[in-house]
T-cell receptor, first 116, second 109 residues
Framework: GAVVSQHPSRVICKSGTSVKIECRSL??????MFWYRQFPKKSLMLMAT?????????EQGVEKDKFLINHASLTLSTLTVTSAHPEDSSFYIC????????????FGSGTRLTVV | QKEVEQNSGPLSVPEGAIASLNCTYS??????FFWYRQYSGKSPELIMF????GDKEDGRFTAQLNKASQYVSLLIRDSQPSDSATYLC?????????FGKGTRLHILP
């Protein structure tokens, strides 16, 4: 089945530093990937839509300069949290749609970011 | 009105019984609907998707869609303790997946 690989699974960083999260589609090409964040006991909130070869589309209220998204190939999208602060600590999850086989949208395993 | 609404629960169901999870959505133009299961600290995993009015069955799971009422449900037959998780209803809107807050399901052994 369609697999989306996300790395790292956990990261702890110091306040003010930047963290890059990778999302790869392993056995399909994804022209579009989605980035979500989830706070404890809350729903997944869509942050942005990552489009291969073009600029990402950010949801209202999401700072594009803080959450940099790059989708340079059909199998890789990256999310960089710049100048991270403790309030950025969250569970970040990427997703992609394989397009065939009725798999629905497949999620990566998520990245637990803790900013100290 | 929130785009996708679910009762947060917890919903407690005895083992072996049927668990019924409900979801309503606001956008009549939504075309596809999904149920995901999420264990604590893990990423969501797709259980079922449904596009057409009526029922769709897959093993112990049945998804029901009523577009006129803007209502989607998930039935889990013969509930098992391993079914204890948060169930997320999701709707495809403008090619973006919008999630409800999820319903916590607890299967009582």
């Amino acid at each position: 089945g369609a697999v989306v690989s996300q790395h790292p699974s956990r990261v702890i960083c110091k306040s003010g530093t930047s963290v890059k999260i990778e999302c790869r589609s392993l056995d399909f090409q994804a022209t579009t990937m989605f980035w979500y964040r989830q706070f404890p006991k809350k729903s997944l909130m869509l942050m942005a839509t990552s489009n291969e070869g073009s600029k990402a589309t950010y949801e209202q209220g999401v700072e594009k300069d803080k959450f940099l998204i790059n989708h340079a190939s059909l199998t890789l999208s990256t999310l960089t949290v710049t100048s991270a602060h403790p309030e950025d600590s969250s569970f970040y999850i990427c997703s992609a749609f394989p397009g065939t086989g009725g798999h629905g949208y497949t999620f990566g395993s998520g990245t637990r970011l803790t900013v100290v | 009105q929130k785009e996708v609404e679910q009762n947060s629960g917890p919903l407690s169901v005895p083992e072996g019984a049927i668990a019924s999870l409900n979801c309503t959505y606001s956008d009549r133009g939504s075309q596809s609907f999904f149920w995901y299961r999420q264990y604590s600290g893990k990423s969501p995993e797709l259980i079922m998707f449904i596009y057409s009015n009526g029922d769709k069955e897959d093993g112990r799971f049945t998804a029901q869609l009523n577009k006129a009422s803007q209502y989607v449900s998930l039935l889990i037959r013969d509930s098992q303790p391993s079914d204890s998780a948060t169930y997320l209803c999701a709707v495809n809107k403008d090619d973006k997946i919008i999630f409800g807050k999820g319903t916590r399901l607890h299967i009582l052994p």
